[in-house]
């Protein structure tokens, strides 16, 4: 049963599945009180943070707002993603059409 802690994808931290799910802190403690979120305590430079398994994040979120709820979380989600990615390319691509600019404006001058 350990291994799907070592799985990728299938666990999250406890700030990521706030921010993924719009779920609160006490939720999520409210959530792992009650025996629904299984959890492995951890921390990073002297922050403590807990990991979570994915499935049970989604099934606590299925049961607060509905299958309807989760499927809308995830589309929110992919389109963040989508909207941070679109950013990135675009910041990529006038730093190419700016040193484009330079090497032709060398080239020709």
Excluded at 17 to 32: I, N, S
Aim: hydrophobic content about 35%; proline content about 1%; glycine content about 6%.
């Amino acid at each position: 049963m350990d291994s799907i802690w070592r799985q990728k994808g299938a666990t999250l931290s406890d700030k990521s599945a706030r921010q993924e799910f719009g779920l609160t802190q006490d939720e999520l403690f409210a959530a792992m009180r009650a025996g629904k979120l299984q959890f492995r305590e951890s921390s990073m430079h002297g922050n403590p943070w807990f990991r979570l398994l994915r499935h049970e994040v989604e099934a606590l979120v299925k049961e607060k707002s509905g299958k309807d709820g989760l499927h809308k979380k995830k589309l929110q989600k992919e389109l963040a993603d989508l909207d941070k990615e679109t950013r990135k390319i675009k910041t990529r691509l006038k730093a190419i059409e700016r040193r484009r600019a330079e090497l032709t404006k060398e080239i020709d001058g």
